[in-house]
């Protein structure tokens, strides 16, 4: 019997991530999360007033705990095209060694599928992309330090388009798994990622 209001909010959101992470925001109705939580409906409403509130405090904790343990490493000072191959490897040996890796990211996976009404989740999705792209920069930044062969406009460029890149990559996985596959998209970015900054 599900109890009527959660008793820790921090396990409830832990519970619905999982929930949203495998069937997708449009997919999770709230019988799924009553059913993944253990918490009923009214409960989830009186917790966190319903499915939308519930779903961004899930991309919230995704965010604190999840992308930052993978991409963490690129955030740090002095941080290169090393620290980039280290996330990448990072991101397909965790999800090579996870059951059920095809959930792919909940944030890629999540791109497609929020309202373009919905401001408050669109904003937590563009500050996810605009982390993602300050990451890129700042390695690019450093890499070109030595040749110079960039200018600052390039380096932007290629920033978003290394990180619209990886959010396509991610999202790839939620269906193509094979880490071979996805590691050989990554070595490629790499090689390119280089090959620009000479």
């Given at each position: 019997?599900?109890?009527?209001?959660?008793?820790?909010?921090?396990?409830?959101?832990?519970?619905?991530l999982?929930?949203?992470w495998?069937?997708?925001?449009?997919?999770?109705?709230?019988?799924?999360?009553?059913?993944?939580?253990?918490?009923?409906?009214?409960?989830?409403?009186?917790?966190?007033?319903?499915?939308?509130?519930?779903?961004?405090?899930?991309?919230?904790?995704?965010?604190?705990?999840?992308?930052?343990?993978?991409?963490?490493?690129?955030?740090?000072?002095?941080?290169?095209?090393?620290?980039?191959?280290?996330?990448?490897?990072?991101?397909?040996?965790?999800?090579?060694?996870?059951?059920?890796?095809?959930?792919?990211?909940?944030?890629?996976?999540?791109?497609?599928?929020?309202?373009?009404?919905?401001?408050?989740?669109?904003?937590?999705?563009?500050?996810?992309?605009a982390?993602?792209?300050?990451?890129?920069?700042?390695?690019?930044?450093?890499?070109?330090?030595?040749?110079?062969?960039?200018?600052?406009?390039?380096?932007?460029?290629?920033?978003?388009?290394?990180?619209?890149?990886?959010?396509?990559?991610?999202?790839?996985?939620?269906?193509?798994?094979?880490?071979?596959?996805?590691?050989?998209?990554?070595?490629?970015?790499?090689?390119?990622?280089?090959?620009?900054?000479?």
């Amino acid at each position: 019997m599900p109890r009527a209001k959660s008793e820790n909010r921090s396990d409830l959101v832990d519970s619905a991530l999982v929930a949203f992470w495998k069937g997708g925001y449009c997919a999770t109705s709230m019988g799924d999360l009553v059913k993944q939580t253990g918490v009923s409906r009214s409960g989830i409403y009186a917790d966190f007033g319903g499915k939308d509130d519930l779903f961004r405090a899930c991309l919230e904790r995704y965010r604190d705990e999840t992308v930052t343990q993978a991409f963490g490493v690129v955030e740090q000072d002095g941080a290169g095209f090393e620290a980039l191959e280290q996330y990448f490897k990072t991101i397909i040996t965790t999800s090579a060694a996870v059951e059920g890796a095809d959930i792919g990211c909940l944030i890629a996976n999540s791109l497609g599928q929020v309202s373009p009404d919905d401001r408050k989740t669109l904003a937590l999705l563009d500050a996810h992309a605009a982390r993602l792209t300050a990451g890129f920069k700042a390695v690019l930044r450093l890499e070109n330090q030595a040749k110079g062969k960039l200018t600052e406009t390039e380096i932007d460029a290629l920033a978003s388009f290394a990180m619209i890149s990886v959010q396509g990559l991610w999202g790839y996985m939620r269906n193509k798994a094979e880490p071979e596959i996805i590691r050989q998209h990554a070595d490629t970015l790499m090689e390119m990622l280089r090959s620009r900054v000479g």
